[in-house]
Structures are given as structure tokens and as C-alpha cells.
């Protein structure tokens, strides 16, 4: 199994411009979540998924946006990129509900200019 | 979700026991406690979780006081490798968040 894999490693946007951050994994998961974490802090989450075709919003999910077209795929899209969005994203997936581990993928570091 | 209240620094000498408080007194019954490590960049990686009995696996283990308020995550014999920030998650059980506070750094010393 490969995971949870994210792509791509580094972005570099300038302002205004859109992208997508592209998360899959490879577990059968029900459960997918995207973190930022800014320097020094904490993860927070931004948005997450409960399965195909359900999401939900997080801590900080303005901004952003989601979908879930596929158990294995849960991209996430900036809009319109601000510096504030300057961060590391984080995707995550777990098998449910239940008590079970979260296991993330291993980020992708964006800088907006 | 129950918040939590760990020590924001911690130092270790290798070879000895690491010994990581986390504090959760709003606790309620059915929320477990995770713990997991962030080493430099890199992604979250799980260490353990319990409810109400002590847990023990390959990494670590993990104490719960009888009125479940408090935990600490036991490195037995830590090494230069376990340096990383430690996180202590309250999580219920059915509910789907993971909320993350800023953790533990944990720096071990040769």
C-alpha cells in the first residue's frame, strides 16, 4: 500500500491565482481530512469527509473548497490564493468512525506571493 | 471535544525514560485519548491511544489516571530519533475530528 500520498511537494502561487492540492489513498477509507499547519503551530482542520460524496467543514475552512467524488480521492482547491494561505497542507484518512489511527500523508508546502 | 494541556518543551537524555504529561480534566466518558509525533516536517505519525486502561504497543505506552484528567506518554528508552512534537488528542468515539493542539517538542539529548 502506498498510503496516503499528496501532491505536489512545493507550489508556489501568486496571489489570485487558483490550484488544487490533489490527496488519494490506497486504505479503502471512509474518513479523509486536510490540515494546514502554519510555522510553529498546531494542525487545524480545514475541511473533512465522512465518505463518498459527504463533506463537512473544519476550524478554517474559508477559502477553501472540497469535494468527494470517490473513496479514494479528496482534493482540496484554493480559489483565489492570499498570503495568508501560505501554509503546509496535511491530508489525512482513517479507516471510520470508531476508534481507529489517522494516517497522513506527507504534505505539501505552499507559498502564495 | 475535550480540550488538552501539554507542556510546550521537554528535554531527555538518550537511552532514558521519556516521560509526556497531557492534561484532558473536561474529559468526558466516552472520548478516548491519541498521542502522535511530528518529526520536522513531516506528516503526523500515530503512537498510541487508549480509554480507560493502560495501553502498551511497539513505541510506546500509555497511562490514564483512574479519573482519566491526566495521561502520560511513556518513552522507555528514548532515543536521538524520538526527538519530534508530541500531540495528546481528546477525540470522542463516533464523532469524526481530530482537533490538534501546538503539542510537545520532546528533544532528546546525546
Known amino acids: 500500500n502506498a498510503g496516503v500520498t499528496q501532491t505536489p511537494k512545493f507550489q508556489v502561487l501568486k496571489t489570485g491565482q487558483s490550484m488544487t492540492l490533489q490527496c488519494a489513498q490506497d486504505m479503502n477509507h471512509e474518513y479523509m481530512s486536510w490540515y494546514r499547519q502554519d510555522p510553529g503551530m498546531g494542525l487545524r482542520l480545514i475541511h473533512y469527509s465522512v465518505g463518498a460524496g459527504i463533506t463537512d467543514q473544519g476550524e478554517v475552512p474559508n477559502g477553501y473548497n472540497v469535494s468527494r467524488s470517490t473513496t479514494e480521492d479528496f482534493p482540496l482547491r484554493l480559489l483565489s490564493a492570499a498570503p495568508s494561505q501560505t501554509s503546509v497542507y496535511f491530508c489525512?484518512?482513517?479507516?471510520?468512525?470508531?476508534?481507529?489511527?489517522?494516517?497522513f500523508g506527507p504534505g505539501t508546502r505552499l507559498t502564495v506571493t | 471535544d475535550a480540550k488538552t494541556t501539554q507542556p510546550t518543551s521537554m528535554d531527555c537524555a538518550e537511552g532514558r525514560a521519556a516521560n509526556l504529561p497531557c492534561n484532558h480534566s473536561?474529559?468526558?466518558?466516552?472520548?478516548?485519548v491519541y498521542w502522535y509525533r511530528q518529526i520536522h516536517s513531516q506528516g503526523p505519525q500515530y503512537i498510541i491511544h487508549?480509554?480507560?486502561n493502560n495501553e502498551t504497543n511497539e513505541m510506546a505506552s500509555l497511562i490514564i489516571t483512574e479519573d482519566r484528567k491526566s495521561s502520560t506518554l511513556i518513552l522507555p528508552h528514548a532515543t536521538l530519533r524520538d526527538t519530534a512534537v508530541y500531540y495528546c488528542i481528546v477525540r470522542t468515539s463516533g464523532t469524526y475530528k481530530y482537533i490538534f493542539g501546538t503539542g510537545t517538542r520532546l528533544k532528546v539529548l546525546a
Open positions: 473536561t474529559i468526558s466518558g466516552n472520548e478516548y
Open positions: 487508549g480509554l480507560k
Open positions: 489525512a484518512s482513517r479507516e471510520g468512525k470508531g476508534p481507529y489511527e489517522q494516517y
